[in-house]
Antibody
Framework: QVQLVESGGGVVQPGGSLRLSCAAS????????MLWVRQAPGKGLEWVAF????????YYADSVKGRFTISRDNSQNTLFLQMNSLRPEDTAVFYC????????????????WGKGTTVTVSS | DIQMTQSPSSLSASVGDRVSITCRAS??????LNWYQQKPGKAPKLLIY???SLQSGVPSRFSGSGFGTDFTLTISSLQPEDFATYYC?????????FGQGTRLDIK
C-alpha cells in the first residue's frame, strides 16, 4: 500500500543541524511532488517546503528559507530535509506528504501523509 | 502571502447534527481550496480537494462548496468518528497556507 515513513527526528541544541528522511513505497515516487509540513506543539499546520517530481523546482516557507534544504533521491524513493541553524521555534512534528497531482512543478493538495517525526530544539 | 481564516475556531455539536465550517481567503483563489481532518496524535487526512471534490474513501456526509474567496465544509450528519480538528488549505500559489483550524467537539 501507499506509505510514507519519516525518520531522523530528535533533540538538537539551538544552532544545530538535523537531516530528516522520508521513505516512500507503494507508488511511483519519481512522478510526484513531495512536501514537508510541520506542526508545533498544540498549534496548526505549517507548510515548510515543496520539491517537484524531478527535483527541478523547490519552494520554501519564508520561516525556513536559507536554513532548510529539500531534496530527493528518486532512485531510492526517498525525500530529505536538511535543517541547519535550528531555532527553538522549529520544534515540531514534521510530516512528509505526497502531492496528489503527478508530473507538475507546483504543489496542489496532499493525499498521502506520513506519521511524522518529532524535532525538538532545546538547550 | 494568502491568509486563510476559518470560522468558527471551535464548535460543539452532537451526533447527528449538521455542521458547517467556513474558510475565507484573503484574495481570490478560484477553486484551489482543500480540506483536511486531523485527530489527536495523527497525521492529517485529505477530505475534499478543489473546493468540492470528495477524496476517494471519504464518506459522502462530507461535502465542500465555494469559489473565489469563500468556502464551506459541511458534515451532513455527524458521526462519533468525525470529532476532530479541520483545516482548510489553499494551493493557488506558494507559499501554501493553511487556516488556523476548527476544533469540533462533542456537545
Amino acid at each position: 500500500q501507499v506509505q510514507l515513513v519519516e525518520s531522523g527526528g530528535g533533540v538538537v541544541q539551538p544552532g544545530g543541524s538535523l537531516r530528516l528522511s522520508c521513505a516512500a513505497s507503494g507508488f511511483t515516487f519519481s512522478s510526484y511532488g513531495m512536501l514537508w509540513v510541520r506542526q508545533a506543539p498544540g498549534k496548526g499546520l505549517e507548510w515548510v517546503a515543496f520539491i517537484s517530481y524531478d527535483g527541478s523546482h523547490k519552494y520554501y516557507a519564508d520561516s525556513v528559507k536559507g536554513r532548510f534544504t529539500i531534496s530527493r533521491d528518486n532512485s531510492q524513493n526517498t525525500l530529505f530535509l536538511q535543517m541547519n541553524s535550528l531555532r527553538p521555534e522549529d520544534t515540531a512534528v514534521f510530516y512528509c506528504a505526497k502531492d496528489a497531482v503527478s508530473k507538475v512543478t507546483t504543489a496542489y493538495y496532499m493525499d498521502v501523509w506520513g506519521k511524522g517525526t518529532t524535532v525538538t530544539v532545546s538547550s | 502571502d494568502i491568509q486563510m481564516t476559518q470560522s468558527p475556531s471551535s464548535l460543539s455539536a452532537s451526533v447527528g447534527d449538521r455542521v458547517s465550517i467556513t474558510c475565507r481567503a484573503s484574495q481570490i483563489i478560484s477553486s484551489h481550496l482543500n480540506w483536511y481532518q486531523q485527530k489527536p496524535g495523527k497525521a492529517p487526512k485529505l477530505l475534499i480537494y478543489a473546493a468540492s471534490s470528495l477524496q476517494s474513501g471519504v464518506p459522502s456526509r462530507f461535502s465542500g462548496s465555494g469559489f473565489g474567496t469563500d468556502f464551506t465544509l459541511t458534515i451532513s450528519s455527524l458521526q462519533p468518528e468525525d470529532f476532530a480538528t479541520y483545516y482548510c488549505q489553499q494551493s493557488y500559489i506558494t507559499p501554501i497556507t493553511f487556516g488556523q483550524g476548527t476544533r469540533l467537539d462533542i456537545k
